[in-house]
């Protein structure tokens, strides 16, 4: 089955000033959703990325260079992804649809692993 | 593999982690004290800040990874890291920073090994047992006391004690910044205080603790979920404290029973609408066996001392309540003594207008209005609708429909809770149909 990377941005200040019983409640709908996916076979993978705006290399004229990644201006972070099985953008969508993320204010997208 | 309460963590049907009860509410509350101990009371900001900083990560990484197999020490070695980070970054610590950073790191080191797991978790009570203590520092206003512990003993966060305590997050905020100031100016310590200065301290924190159990269960208003809340924070604490054996006095058991014999009864005081429902007419099988034994056997303990406090008289109170298999078969008699001396000692007016009830189960309705009329007077009850709706209900038993009827109208125009006002209401209609 195909497999499509769904890409969570967090929104700017995600989760600030949060009781400890908020961010459990929180945790344990993002842990629901993935237990889910995981139960019909869906989820092939999942990964945090660090926090850090990363890097970015590129070559100019013979000369490499490297700064700091594309998010360190922008409002939004790439927190991480989850990869899922889905017949078609459509069903990859179905998996996201319940994700909590929508909820808090972020954004998901969704991109097809080129199989062939 | 079971469901393990004790660790916070209980395994779903796939076996993987999930989190159950109240676990980072409960861990916010031990690491704050863990970090307050290791820092100091003077930087209780910091601590704050350490542990809202590890809930965070958990936020951000459980997500994707998952719940960790062991959700405490995960926790307590990513706090651990962060306060190092932060040890290394400030200069506030000066000479006891390399200090503080030697038991940082062995802390750190404990989080994940499971030989030392039960050294942790007996530090970790110690740390709780120290910061409730050390909220009830005598410099402290009881206000203070209470929102700080709610704070940081509790894990709650200012909009949350503001919707417990019934006030706005700007005072509940200003608060915290000006208890905290006394902390830092009278050097507050962290250790646990000996001799009459622990004794008075264990007294307020039986007095701030009866307060948090109060405000959650008298429910008047506000958010019910948030109070329930409440009450189970009170009674956690109360049996951190009933636990250690060098804070466990009498009257800290007798709090412990109050709280834990009223809390039984908690299941059965709603029907499924979400009204209200009397004691007498309370489905007795819905109340919770756990906590009546937990009640029965701390009130057992309250009594290994001579003194007989108001909270002695009030779990006695409620444990004859919750002896009677039925409403009729209450031992009305037993009741009224205990009210009798209750009063004698604390005669505050809720405690009158209580005594007055059970004075009218046993002598009948018009020695119970006799009873009830002094408090008339009472500043304190001027607008509590429990006064009229107890005359109105023992004018209705005495057959003085009239006046009954005035009585339930004006409890009605005091302020109560929705549920209330509709129970209020249906007593009315109850007198009015009974009257036609």
Same mark, same amino acid.
């Given at each position: 089955?195909?497999?499509?990377?769904?890409?969570?941005?967090?929104?700017?200040?995600?989760?600030?000033?949060?009781?400890?019983?908020?961010?459990?409640?929180?945790?344990?709908?993002?842990?629901?959703?993935?237990?889910?996916?995981?139960?019909?076979?869906?989820?092939?993978?999942?990964?945090?990325?660090?926090?850090?705006?990363?890097?970015?290399?590129?070559?100019?004229?013979?000369?490499?260079?490297?700064?700091?990644?594309?998010?360190?201006?922008?409002?939004?972070?790439?927190?991480?992804?989850?990869?899922?099985?889905?017949?078609?953008?459509?069903?990859?969508?179905?998996?996201?649809?319940?994700?909590?993320?929508?909820?808090?204010?972020?954004?998901?997208?969704?991109?097809?692993?080129?199989?062939? | 593999?079971?469901?393990?309460?004790?660790?916070?963590?209980?395994?779903?049907?796939?076996?993987?982690?999930?989190?159950?009860?109240?676990?980072?509410?409960?861990?916010?509350?031990?690491?704050?004290?863990?970090?307050?101990?290791?820092?100091?009371?003077?930087?209780?900001?910091?601590?704050?800040?350490?542990?809202?900083?590890?809930?965070?990560?958990?936020?951000?990484?459980?997500?994707?990874?998952?719940?960790?197999?062991?959700?405490?020490?995960?926790?307590?070695?990513?706090?651990?890291?962060? %306060?190092?980070?932060? =040890?290394?970054?400030?200069?506030?610590? &000066?000479?006891?920073?390399? #200090? @503080? $950073? +030697? !038991? /940082?790191?062995?802390?750190?080191?404990?989080?994940?090994?499971?030989?030392?797991?039960?050294?942790?978790?007996?530090?970790?009570?110690?740390?709780?047992?120290?910061?409730?203590?050390?909220?009830?520092?005598?410099?402290?206003?009881?206000? %203070?006391?209470?929102? =700080?512990?709610?704070?940081?003993?509790? &894990?709650?966060?200012?909009? #949350? @004690? $503001? +919707? !417990? /305590?019934?006030?706005?997050?700007?005072?509940?905020?200003?608060?915290?910044?000006?208890?905290?100031?006394?902390?830092?100016?009278?050097?507050?310590?962290?250790?646990?205080?000996?001799?009459?200065?622990?004794?008075?301290?264990?007294?307020? %924190?039986?007095?701030?603790?009866?307060?948090?159990?109060?405000? &959650?269960?008298?429910?008047?208003?506000?958010?019910?979920?948030?109070?329930?809340?409440?009450?189970?924070?009170?009674?956690?604490?109360?049996?951190?404290?009933?636990?250690?054996?060098?804070?466990?006095?009498?009257?800290?058991?007798?709090?412990?029973?109050?709280?834990?014999?009223?809390?039984?009864? %908690?299941?059965?005081?709603?029907?499924?609408?979400?009204?209200?429902?009397?004691?007498?007419?309370?489905?007795?099988?819905?109340?919770?066996?756990?906590?009546?034994?937990?009640?029965?056997?701390?009130?057992?303990?309250?009594?290994?001392?001579?003194?007989?406090?108001?909270?002695?008289?009030?779990?006695?109170?409620?444990?004859?309540?919750?002896?009677?298999?039925?409403?009729?078969?209450?031992?009305?008699?037993?009741?009224?003594?205990?009210?009798?001396?209750?009063?004698?000692?604390?005669?505050?007016?809720?405690?009158?207008?209580?005594?007055?009830?059970?004075?009218?189960?046993?002598?009948?309705?018009?020695?119970?209005?006799?009873?009830?009329?002094?408090?008339?007077?009472?500043?304190?009850?001027?607008?509590?609708?429990?006064?009229?709706?107890?005359?109105?209900?023992?004018?209705?038993?005495?057959?003085?429909?009239?006046?009954?009827?005035?009585?339930?109208?004006?409890?009605?125009?005091?302020?109560?809770?929705?549920?209330?006002?509709?129970?209020?209401?249906?007593?009315?209609?109850?007198?009015?149909?009974?009257?036609?």
């Amino acid at each position: 089955m195909p497999k499509f990377m769904l890409l969570l941005h967090d929104p700017p200040k995600a989760f600030g000033g949060l009781s400890p019983d908020e961010m459990q409640k929180i945790v344990q709908k993002y842990v629901a959703w993935g237990r889910a996916l995981k139960a019909k076979r869906l989820l092939a993978a999942s990964h945090k990325l660090s926090a850090d705006a990363g890097r970015i290399m590129r070559r100019q004229r013979g000369r490499t260079l490297v700064s700091d990644g594309p998010y360190a201006e922008s409002k939004e972070l790439l927190g991480g992804y989850f990869i899922v099985k889905a017949r078609s953008y459509e069903e990859a969508e179905t998996c996201a649809s319940d994700c909590p993320h929508l909820d808090y204010g972020g954004t998901i997208e969704i991109r097809q692993i080129d199989g062939r | 593999m079971a469901a393990r309460s004790k660790s916070g963590r209980s395994t779903g049907a796939d076996g993987a982690p999930a989190l159950i009860g109240r676990l980072f509410r409960t861990e916010a509350g031990r690491l704050i004290a863990h970090f307050t101990r290791r820092f100091g009371p003077s930087q209780l900001d910091l601590a704050e800040e350490v542990v809202q900083d590890a809930l965070v990560q958990a936020l951000q990484l459980w997500p994707y990874r998952g719940v960790p197999r062991n959700p405490t020490g995960w926790l307590y070695r990513v706090a651990c890291n962060r %306060a190092l980070d932060v =040890l290394r970054r400030r200069s506030a610590f &000066g000479a006891r920073a390399a #200090e @503080i $950073a +030697r !038991a /940082l790191a062995r802390d750190r080191d404990d989080a994940d090994r499971p030989d030392r797991r039960e050294r942790r978790l007996r530090a970790v009570e110690d740390d709780e047992l120290a910061m409730v203590l050390m909220c009830c520092h005598p410099s402290l206003t009881r206000e %203070a006391q209470v929102t =700080l512990s709610l704070k940081t003993v509790c &894990g709650l966060s200012v909009g #949350e @004690i $503001a +919707r !417990a /305590l019934l006030c706005d997050e700007r005072s509940v905020a200003q608060r915290l910044v000006r208890a905290k100031r006394r902390i830092r100016a009278r050097r507050v310590s962290f250790e646990m205080p000996a001799g009459r200065a622990l004794a008075a301290r264990v007294e307020s %924190a039986v007095d701030v603790i009866y307060l948090l159990f109060n405000e &959650g269960y008298a429910a008047s208003s506000g958010d019910d979920i948030v109070r329930a809340d409440l009450c189970r924070e009170a009674l956690r604490l109360g049996l951190r404290l009933a636990d250690a054996p060098a804070v466990a006095t009498p009257r800290v058991h007798a709090l412990v029973a109050l709280m834990a014999l009223h809390a039984a009864r %908690a299941p059965a005081r709603r029907d499924s609408a979400g009204d209200l429902v009397l004691l007498e007419d309370q489905d007795r099988s819905a109340w919770d066996r756990d906590l009546l034994a937990l009640g029965f056997e701390h009130l057992q303990r309250s009594m290994n001392g001579p003194a007989v406090t108001p909270l002695h008289l009030q779990a006695a109170i409620a444990a004859t309540h919750a002896s009677a298999p039925t409403a009729d078969a209450t031992d009305w008699r037993t009741i009224l003594e205990l009210y009798d001396e209750l009063v004698a000692v604390e005669p505050s007016p809720v405690a009158r207008l209580n005594r007055a009830v059970a004075v009218a189960k046993v002598h009948g309705p018009r020695a119970g209005l006799a009873a009830l009329s002094p408090l008339a007077r009472e500043r304190a009850l001027a607008r509590y609708y429990l006064l009229p709706a107890v005359r109105g209900d023992l004018l209705a038993r005495a057959g003085d429909v009239e006046n009954a009827r005035r009585a339930y109208r004006l409890a009605l125009s005091r302020p109560c809770s929705n549920p209330e006002r509709r129970f209020l209401e249906s007593r009315l209609r109850r007198i009015v149909r009974t009257s036609a």
